[in-house]
């Protein structure tokens, strides 16, 4: 009888680590400017995927993919700032978020502030993108950067998920930009 099927054998070593599952994920286009780049969905779904094996275990997240006039009503109701910007992640109450299959969030990116800064810092638009959605998941998941090391853990956490991915770390590239490297 094989080792997979008997119950009752034990292995010796480290108990078998849970399984991290990769959470729901609805992505919602509700700008047409979205459709200039027909591979931004997959995108989204492998970055989220990329982060939750780094940081959580199944759930749901809702993603929408919008534009800055959309994004800017969102800013200014919720945040008090009356002006667009790449991201907005929007957690889920506790009481949402509990268990495996918890509703963790919604992250919203705006396209034209994201094509901006591509122009503006050099950067491929699908990396970008993959970027902007680990950090939104990251701030679902209790990540944020309110002060340097919040930050600093929270920047570390990108660079290893961006790693992982094979794309570019981009606090490095930031990091290299501001000692003018």
Known sequence: ????????????????????RTPAIDIEIQSPL???????????REAVAAA???STSGGEVSILLTDDSAVRVLNRDWRGIDKPTNVLSFPAPATMAKGAAG??????IAYET???ECADEDRDFLHHLAHLTVHGYLHLVGYDHQDDAQADEMEALESRIMTRMQLPDPCLD???EQSGA
């Open 1 to 20: 009888m094989s080792a997979a099927a008997s119950p009752k054998l034990k292995v010796r070593g480290k108990a078998p680590a849970k399984a991290k």
């Open 52 to 54: 939750a094996a780094l």
């Open 103 to 108: 509703i963790l969030g919604d992250i919203v």
């Open 174 to 176: 930031r990091s290299r």
């Open 34 to 44: 979205w459709d200039q780049q027909p591979a931004a969905e997959q995108a989204v």
């Open 114 to 116: 994201l094509t901006r």
